[in-house]
């Protein structure tokens, strides 16, 4: 499927759990062996009150079970960059909540877009955020990021990711053996979000996103594209300022989710607007792309045209990049806590 075509998404029903099941899940826990037992038998963990709920029985989690289940998977793994490893002090939802393949196309030659159906009405996200991806039979758990906006969870119950072929299990998985109605588990963590209160300070967004880094900046483009059209249509909630994406890959067709970004362009000509630049490219690009690529690598002084006071920045891809550009704006007197960054390897 080309990048311009919308995949097809398939709604699944409602998962229904039933009392076999938890009681496997139970003696999984009581046994010390859950390596993602989470998700190897098919159940929803309640963050709030510790409990599994299924329409059949209802049984009480402890904390120290959850946190067994992260360790027995960090033990697992044999990559010493394992996502949970490198996550283990950042904040996430103990929830862990069922989710089943409703969708995949690829979205470049190198990465493939996922759609999942979240039935759990318990289970949210802000803009910007990742998830902790659990597959049964497979002890090393991913870390992606959520690419959709939290409005189409709200009306939907979907998320989306784009994952990148990799070998690494979860990419892997993902990549080669994921089917339509496949069944995982996910949970919500991550500090790297833009989540904005209707009586906040309106804000202008620079975001600067290389490679797959475009990934939760696109569910904060997203998220601001949202938020314009509740303005509009309400006439209340956030003001949300302009945003302006800066995005960065090898060539055209490692630009991922061009078409969504050039719609919410267009959409919004005053309030959105992207300059896309590219490395390596070696073929012609085409027309409708030319007026937004750049041929090369983003520059300081394009970032530095775009401080002021009511900007944030969210910067989103490899180490180098994420460090260089940080650096590049504290030394501009960016406050700090106007810069957001997020790395991923």
């Known amino acids: ?18 009392s076999k099941s938890i009681s496997k899940f139970t003696a999984k826990l009581r046994g010390g ?32 079970a959850l946190r067994h289940l992260t360790l027995a998977s960090i033990m697992k793994s044999k990559r010493k960059t394992d996502h949970l490893e490198r996550t283990a002090n950042v904040v996430r939802r103990e929830m862990v909540s069922a989710a089943k393949v409703c969708g995949a196309a690829n979205e470049s030659p190198s990465v ?19 998830i902790d991806f659990f597959i049964p039979g497979v002890s090393v758990v991913g870390g992606f990021s959520i690419c959709s906006s939290p409005r189409l969870l709200e009306q939907e119950r979907m998320i989306e990711l784009a994952v ?28 790297f979000f833009f989540d904005p209160q209707p009586a906040d300070a309106s804000r202008n967004l620079v975001l600067i996103a290389g490679g797959v880094g475009i990934n939760p900046l696109l569910s904060i483009l997203r998220h601001t594209a949202d938020l314009h059209r509740e303005r509009a249509h309400r006439g209340s909630g956030y003001e949300m300022g302009t945003t302006k994406l800066f995005y960065s890959a090898q060539n055209t067709s490692e630009l991922l989710f061009k078409k969504n970004i050039l719609d919410l362009v267009n959409e919004f000509p005053e309030k959105i607007a992207c300059s896309l630049h590219v490395t390596k490219q070696t073929a012609q690009i085409s027309a409708e792309l030319k007026p937004y690529v750049t041929e090369g690598r983003i520059t300081e002084k394009e970032i530095r045209d775009h401080i002021s006071q009511e900007t944030l920045f969210y910067i989103c891809g490899p180490p180098p990049m994420t460090d260089f550009f940080s650096k590049q704006l504290e030394n501009s007197h960016v406050p700090k806590e106007h810069i957001c960054f997020e790395k991923w390897w």
């Open 1 to 18: 499927m080309s990048v311009s075509q919308p995949a097809t998404y398939l709604m699944t029903p409602k998962i229904s759990w039933t």
């Open 33 to 64: 062996t859950m390596v993602c037992a989470a998700v190897a038998v098919p159940g929803l963990l309640r963050s709030s009150a510790g409990t599994v709920r299924t329409p059949a029985a209802s049984l009480r989690l402890t904390a120290s």
């Open 112 to 130: 493939k877009r996922l759609c999942l159906h979240v039935a759990d009405k318990d289970f949210s996200f802000k803009a910007g955020q990742w």
């Open 164 to 191: 990148k072929y990799a070998n690494h299990p979860p990419a892997l998985w993902i990549h080669n053996q994921c089917t339509l109605d496949s069944e995982v588990a996910v949970r919500v963590g991550g500090e």
